[in-house]
């Protein structure tokens, strides 16, 4: 049975319709999707104390169920701090207590303490390196400074904050 070209007209017509329609909405997810990513970033600098100046983004990555998470937040050391940090040491960061971005106790950090962690608090958990999809190269320069004597960290409520001047990296490390 043939089809009329009024039919032919009105199935392209509706292929056309279906092929905007999907167009629309892969845009939109898109755009949604880097409105979260944009989101994501702008969240976690704004925990890092003021202080500590991030260069550049490395990696955020991390697992999430209905309300807990885990996950890391890795940057480049900007080279202020790293200054700051050669000139001064662990007394640097002695200021460094509170989140730029938010100001609720959740936020706030502890005493800055220098490395390095115990392998039990870097390999169990502690820093959440295992829920990220992070290179391994990264994950080792990461325990390697955790572990060596030259960098710093401060614990907050389910998180952690490593300073590693040697690594220039900044690793904030959430669980919960």
């Not at 000139?87 to 936020?107: D, H, K, M, N």
């Not at 320069?141 to 300073?163: N, T």
């Amino acid at each position: 049975m043939a089809i009329s070209d009024r039919g032919r007209r009105l199935l392209r017509g509706c292929a056309r319709a279906l092929l905007y329609s999907l167009q629309t909405l892969l845009a939109l997810q898109l755009l949604l999707y880097l409105l979260f990513k944009g989101f994501e970033r702008e969240h976690f600098r704004q925990a890092l104390p003021a202080q500590i100046e991030p260069a550049g983004l490395i990696l955020i990555d991390g697992m999430s169920g209905f309300r807990e998470g885990c996950g890391v937040a890795v940057w480049r050391l900007s080279e202020a701090t790293a200054a700051g940090l050669r000139q001064q040491g662990l007394g640097y960061l002695q200021s460094a207590q509170q989140a730029r971005g938010y100001a609720e106790p959740y936020y706030r950090y502890g005493l800055w303490q220098a490395t390095p962690l115990s392998e039990a608090q870097s390999m169990d958990g502690w820093l959440p390196l295992g829920c990220a999809d992070a290179p391994a190269a990264l994950q080792e320069q990461i325990l390697r400074g955790a572990q060596g004597g030259q960098g710093y960290y401060s614990e907050k409520d389910e998180a952690v904050l490593l300073v590693l001047p040697a690594e220039r990296l900044i690793v904030f490390a959430y669980n919960g």
